[in-house]
């Protein structure tokens, strides 16, 4: 056979072997994703799930967050909210979180608020570290604060808070924390974020009742038409906090947030929940009645007895009158965040000053005894 022929057929030869190794590959590539589908169930949230970058926020798989609450058991069920029920989490790398979860189908929309959201931080708001969507479910991934709300050491289930720890100085620390690096800060973000959902439950104390740290900014925004109520148990609790223009029309802006704000002063004031009346014949809630008796006189009446002696007769009177500014039916009299913030520091700096006045001894200052002599 001519040596050229022979070459032929080795050439052809080769290129046969050649196009049958790549049938083989590509058969066998076919048959395992075959096997994969057959044995791995669907996951349409895995399909739409945005693997974008989200500035501070982190992807949590689901099987981390389960693993950190025990496969979401009621022993780290700590409360529900409007978004769902919230449980405490330990990460395995030690940290404390709070987990917010709901049904939910994954969305687009969850994705850009979380980017949008965590990108916001302060020291006196609670971060929103990260999210996950899978198996119709949505969370949200928050720091844990130590010692909870405001609320429940003022008027919850066992107070936890000595009297020390409940007088005037932590409370205005508490409030200017709330005032200056949380709703100024979010007022004068551009564009303007408005909290919406401002309340004492959303007010967190540190361990030590000086540092307060603002939860839940914006939390409606996740939330669908039908969902802004929450469960019928915190309508009631919730709408007290609402400005009366947004429960008319349901348009929020950074002076409903003031007035959300005044209430949660009236509460730290008289150590009550806004809801509460002040007696049992009364048909009044604590707002109502405030708003019907906007004068320093009446005022005086619902100071918490827990405060006596620990503040100036007139810290308290600037507090109440800042009190009474804040909860103005009419929106365009209110005054500014950036406002209470200020009014706020210049209280705290006095009362600061005067109990350093009292301890050196070198001058006699009237404590608030007196706003108490007629209510005795």
């Known amino acids: 056979m001519p040596k050229t022929l022979l070459t032929l057929l080795a050439g052809a030869a080769a290129l046969v072997a050649i196009v049958i190794l790549l049938l083989w590959f590509y058969l066998s590539h076919i048959q395992r994703a075959s096997r994969n589908s057959k044995t791995e169930s669907p996951d349409p949230s895995e399909a739409r799930r945005v693997e974008l970058p989200i500035g501070n926020a982190r992807h949590f798989e689901m099987e981390e967050l389960s693993l950190a609450t025990q496969n979401f058991t009621d022993t780290n069920l700590i409360g529900e909210g409007k978004l769902g029920k919230v449980y405490k989490g330990l990460l395995q790398d030690g940290l404390l979180v709070v987990i917010k979860k709901r049904r939910r189908f994954p969305s687009q929309e969850f994705v850009d608020e979380v980017r949008y959201l965590s990108s916001i931080q302060h020291p006196n708001l609670v971060t929103l570290l990260g999210y996950c969507q899978k198996n119709n479910l949505q969370f949200l991934v928050y720091e844990y604060v130590p010692n909870g709300s405001v609320s429940r050491h003022l008027y919850g289930p ?73 469960p019928s148990s915190l309508v009631a609790s919730d709408e007290i906090f609402l400005a009366p223009e947004v429960r008319k029309s349901r348009k929020f802006t950074d002076k409903s947030d003031v007035y959300s704000f005044g209430v949660f002063l009236l509460e730290l004031l008289s150590g009550k929940a806004a809801t509460e009346s002040l007696s049992s014949g009364s048909n009044q809630n604590l707002v109502e009645w405030v708003l019907s008796n906007l004068d320093l006189p009446n005022m005086s009446k619902i100071i918490d007895q827990r405060l006596r002696g620990t503040f100036t007769t007139k810290g308290m009177e600037d507090f109440i009158l800042l009190i009474i500014s804040c909860l103005k039916p009419s929106s365009e009299l209110r005054p500014t965040m950036s406002y209470v913030a200020m009014k706020l520091d210049q209280i705290f700096e006095k009362e600061m000053n005067s109990t350093a006045i009292m ?7 009237t404590l608030g005894s007196q706003l108490f002599q007629a209510h005795t």
Request: net charge negative; aromatic share 6%; proline share 2%.
């Open 158 to 230: 066992g107070q936890q808070l000595n009297n020390d720890k409940l007088d005037f100085k932590h409370r205005l620390s508490i409030s200017l924390g709330a005032a200056k690096g949380g709703l100024a800060h979010l007022h004068s973000l551009s564009p303007t974020l408005v909290h919406k959902d401002f309340k004492t439950t959303n007010v967190l104390v540190d361990e030590n009742f000086i540092i307060a740290k603002v939860a839940d900014a914006a939390l409606p925004n996740f939330l669908g038409r039908y969902e802004i109520a929450g």
């Open 359 to 365: 301890e050196d001894s070198t001058l006699t200052v």
